[in-house]
T-cell receptor, first 113, second 117 residues
């Protein structure tokens, strides 16, 4: 069965330091992959998506992610964290041939001043 | 483009009453809409998928008589929580896709916070 694993439920970084949020997936051939951010009591905002084009995907607010098929990973990174980045982040996979999304369990990012 | 709205954003009701939540695609025709439920500090759980003009498909464990879904038009789907109880309190999020457009990406609404007293 297809699944998404977000390896860390909580990540804390200091403002100005790099962010790494890890995501591994198991899926059939050529999935689509997404990262969403959710601020408290808000809906989901799409950060970036991979849909079989370039493996390094650039998103909004300085975030990027690299699709590594050999490692079945799609980790989210940002060179320098801002206080406004504090939120919940969800990695999502959409297996090839379907339109259903499978959500990871989420990673709560805390940014320390 | 690709904006999805939900109404209301927040609702408080008494136990035993029914609550209707609307999900609208504002600038595209949504051939499929999805309803998710999110408990505090948890991930989104897909409740059901609805295609315009046909009955919704519910995920395992979701009571279809409890959560009534209607997708009457290409821009509107409604979720009615019938005889609500405190355990139905949750954050409900809808999403919509348009077949063949935007690589079948789902666009999410802002969510509805339901509190049942």
């Amino acid at each position: 069965a297809q699944s998404v694993t977000q390896l860390d439920s909580h990540v804390s970084v200091s403002e100005g330091t790099p962010v790494l949020l890890r995501c591994n997936y198991s899926s059939s051939y050529s999935p689509s992959l997404f990262w969403y951010v959710q601020h408290p009591n808000k809906g989901l905002q799409l950060l970036l998506k991979y849909t079989s084009a370039a493996t390094l995907v650039k998103g909004i607010n300085g975030f990027e992610a690299e699709f590594k098929k050999s490692e079945t990973s799609f980790h989210l990174t940002k060179p320098s964290a801002h206080m406004s980045d504090a939120a919940e982040y969800f990695c999502v996979v959409r297996p090839s041939g379907t339109y259903k999304y499978i959500f990871g369990t989420g990673t709560r990012l805390k940014v320390l001043a | 483009g690709a904006v999805v709205s939900q109404h209301p954003s927040r609702v408080i009701c008494k136990s035993g009453t029914s609550v209707k939540i609307e999900c609208r695609s504002l600038d595209f025709q949504a051939t499929t809409m999805f309803w998710y439920r999110q408990f505090p500090k948890q991930s989104l759980m897909l409740m059901a998928t609805s295609n315009e003009g046909s009955k919704a498909t519910y995920e395992q464990g979701v009571e279809k008589d409890k959560f009534l879904i209607n997708h009457a038009s290409l821009t509107l789907s409604t979720l009615t929580v019938t005889s609500a109880h405190p355990e139905d309190s949750s954050f409900y999020i809808c999403s919509a896709r348009s077949r063949g457009l935007w690589d079948n990406e789902q666009f999410f609404g802002p969510g509805t916070r339901l509190t049942v007293l």
